[in-house]
């Protein structure tokens, strides 16, 4: 199958080479951006399509227990390395965020960083996570997302089907918001802004958190 061999030759080569694609976005301003909005995480936390594990470092003592849930075998491999080498309690499940293994209300925090962007269904991805939040709980999100600038948008629209073979399965031109904003969870704050050195069908971002209605 076509998306056998994709997973086996290129998915494999991008989540090899996926920490040195974000290098020069990371020490710009993202591992900041990342570091600012994970010290909110408190409780038990669940990081949702954890990758390479890059927010395991800016976690706060106010995490209680860590759980890191990625799809990806190729991605899994490696966060387990990072993950043996930060000697960093956290248990990692190979997971997808549209069908997690928890109960209901058994989370404090949720995250979600570069990832709605790629899951295949990110509405049921956002209704999964407020059904493991508890009532109260917060998801925290840093996303890439379709631009406000209608001439942008164009170029995501039009360039959406290269990029996403490029880029594993990800979607630049995604209304990310729209989609928080239709589900479960209520928008706390959102931050509109840039992510710094990332070519412009993925500059456009926001940050901020939601909530589950108590």
């Known amino acids: 199958m076509p998306g056998r ?7 494999r080569i991008f989540a090899a080479c996926y920490d040195r694609f974000l290098a020069p976005t990371e020490e710009a301003g993202l591992r900041a ?24 470092e800016h976690y706060p003592d106010a995490v209680s227990e860590l759980i890191l849930a990625e799809p990806d075998p190729h991605m899994i491999r490696r966060l387990r390395a ?30 979600f960083t570069l990832v709605l962007c790629t899951v295949p269904d990110p509405a049921a991805a956002l209704a999964e996570t407020a059904r493991v939040l508890r009532p109260g709980g917060r ?12 001439g942008l948008a164009r170029w995501q629209d039009r360039l959406h089907g290269a990029w996403k073979l490029f880029g594993d399965g990800c979607n630049c031109n995604r209304d990310t918001l729209a ?17 710094p050195k990332a070519v412009p069908l993925v500059k456009p971002r926001i940050l901020g958190s939601a909530a589950v209605p108590r």
């Not at 994970?38 to 395991?56: E, F, K, M, V, Y």
């Not at 928890?102 to 925090?109: A, I, L, Q």
């Not at 928080?180 to 840039?194: D, F, H």
């Open 82 to 111: 990072r993950v043996a080498e930060s000697g960093r309690p956290a248990k990692i499940v190979q997971a997808a965020a549209e069908q997690l293994p928890f109960d209901e209300d058994s989370f404090d925090t949720a995250v």
């Open 5 to 11: 061999i994709y997973d086996a030759t290129w998915g």
């Open 139 to 150: 998801m925290l999100f840093l996303e890439h997302v379709r631009s406000p600038e209608t």
């Open 33 to 56: 951006a990342r570091s600012g909005l994970l010290a909110g995480a408190s409780g038990r936390t669940i990081d949702l399509g954890a990758g390479t594990g890059l927010n395991l």
């Open 179 to 195: 989609a928080i904003e239709a589900s479960p969870l209520e928008v706390e704050s959102v931050e509109r802004g840039e992510i």
